[in-house]
């Protein structure tokens, strides 16, 4: 054929060299290419799943004590005239509406990196709800449907009530904890007339003006 030994031994060494070349090229540029793909069940980066970043710290927070209070209301539809209505009587089947505020005992704002949970004891069962700020938007941000404002002061969550739930005394209480590590409690008023119940009919018809 014309060629040595040692020309084919030369020339079956670079070809050795440039396919290994190749697949590491190539493999280097497949993994620049595609990103690894995130573990199951986490939520994408950026997404709509992902968390909102922390809020900043407001001028002045931090010096006085975390103050909380909270209600509860029957959360529906913004169309139902009775939405948001204050209650603490509530029927299988209704949306038991948590609303909640904490406040910057220095300056009297919100404090809005308050983490706020509600601890609901259902027939002997403790039901945690993670409540929303609902100010996260913004003060200028857009109003919220079946507000006059921008809710920046509020916190709130919800329990829709299962159809098997026990009838009976729901006991209530609320927790917070912020980013100076502030911590707040709060309970509503011991008057047996004023506990939360489920029962089963929460709608008391009117009977006229007394």
Not at 67 to 82: C, M, V
Not at 175 to 178: H, L, M
């Given at each position: 054929?014309?060629?040595?030994?040692?020309?084919?031994?030369?020339?079956?060494?670079?070809?050795?060299?440039f396919v290994a070349l190749t697949l590491v090229t190539g493999t280097l540029v497949a993994q620049t290419?595609?990103?690894?793909?995130?573990?199951?069940?986490?939520?994408?980066?950026?997404?709509r799943g992902a968390p909102p970043?922390?809020?900043?710290?407001?001028?002045?927070?931090?010096n006085g004590k975390l103050?909380?209070?909270?209600?509860?209301?029957?959360?529906?539809?913004?169309?139902?005239?009775?939405n948001c209505i204050a209650m603490s009587r509530?029927?299988?089947?209704?949306?038991?509406?948590?609303?909640?505020?904490?406040?910057?005992?220095?300056?009297?704002?919100p404090e809005n990196t308050a983490i706020v949970t509600a601890h609901l004891i259902v027939g002997g069962k403790t039901i945690d709800i993670p409540m929303r700020w609902r100010g996260a938007a913004?003060?200028?941000s857009p109003t919220p449907r079946g507000y006059i404002r921008v809710p920046v002061e509020l916190w709130t969550g919800v329990w829709e009530i299962p159809k098997d739930a026990p009838t009976g005394i729901v006991t209530i209480t609320w927790?917070?904890?912020?980013r100076f590590e502030r911590e707040a409690f709060f309970r509503p008023s011991p008057d047996t007339g004023a506990r939360h119940m489920i029962v089963e009919t929460a709608r008391v018809p009117v009977h006229g003006a007394r």
């Open positions: 054929m014309g060629y040595s030994a040692g020309h084919m031994s030369t020339s079956f060494s670079f070809s050795m060299w290419a595609t990103p690894a793909a995130p573990a199951q069940g986490a939520a994408p980066e950026g997404g970043p922390p809020p900043a710290i407001q001028t002045g927070h931090g103050i909380l209070y909270g209600d509860t209301a029957f959360f529906d539809n913004p169309a139902n005239p009775q509530f029927e299988r089947g209704m949306r038991l509406g948590i609303r909640a505020w904490a406040v910057d005992g220095g300056t009297g704002e913004g003060a200028n927790t917070a904890r912020d």
